[in-house]
């Protein structure tokens, strides 16, 4: 079969070739949050720190209430702060048991 004239309008190969570039244009000009949904609708990530309570009560009230809390909106993420005595950090930093319910750091 012979090559059609120019004047009949877009082959049936090239028509698909130029829809199949306009839908690749078109995925990812979108965006990645329609390629991985789950991402975007993924939970808030938390942070649990295990600190000594300071001997000047006024840091552990400016780092949990001004800089944890500044942190964690900017990173998306809950803070949590427990405060112990010193004397019982390494028992409190060492897990019983493997959990996850342990402090991050």
């Given at each position: 079969?012979?090559?059609?004239?120019?004047?009949?309008?877009?082959?049936?190969?090239?028509?698909?070739?130029?829809?199949?570039?306009?839908a690749?244009?078109?995925?990812?000009?979108?965006?990645?949050?329609?390629?991985?949904?789950?991402?975007?609708?993924?939970?808030?990530?938390?942070?649990?720190?295990?600190?000594?309570?300071?001997?000047?009560?006024?840091?552990?009230?400016?780092?949990?209430?001004?800089?944890?809390?500044?942190?964690?909106?900017?990173?998306?993420?809950?803070?949590?702060?427990?405060?112990?005595?010193?004397?019982?950090?390494?028992?409190?930093?060492?897990?019983?048991?493997?959990?996850?319910?342990r402090?991050?750091?």
């Amino acid at each position: 079969m012979g090559r059609r004239e120019k004047n009949q309008g877009l082959s049936r190969r090239d028509f698909i070739a130029l829809t199949g570039r306009s839908a690749l244009a078109l995925g990812a000009a979108s965006g990645p949050f329609f390629l991985f949904p789950e991402r975007a609708a993924a939970q808030q990530k938390t942070l649990k720190i295990l600190q000594w309570s300071h001997f000047v009560p006024a840091y552990d009230t400016w780092f949990d209430g001004t800089f944890c809390k500044e942190w964690g909106q900017k990173h998306d993420t809950n803070v949590t702060v427990d405060h112990i005595n010193l004397v019982d950090l390494p028992a409190k930093a060492r897990p019983r048991r493997p959990t996850r319910s342990r402090p991050s750091i």
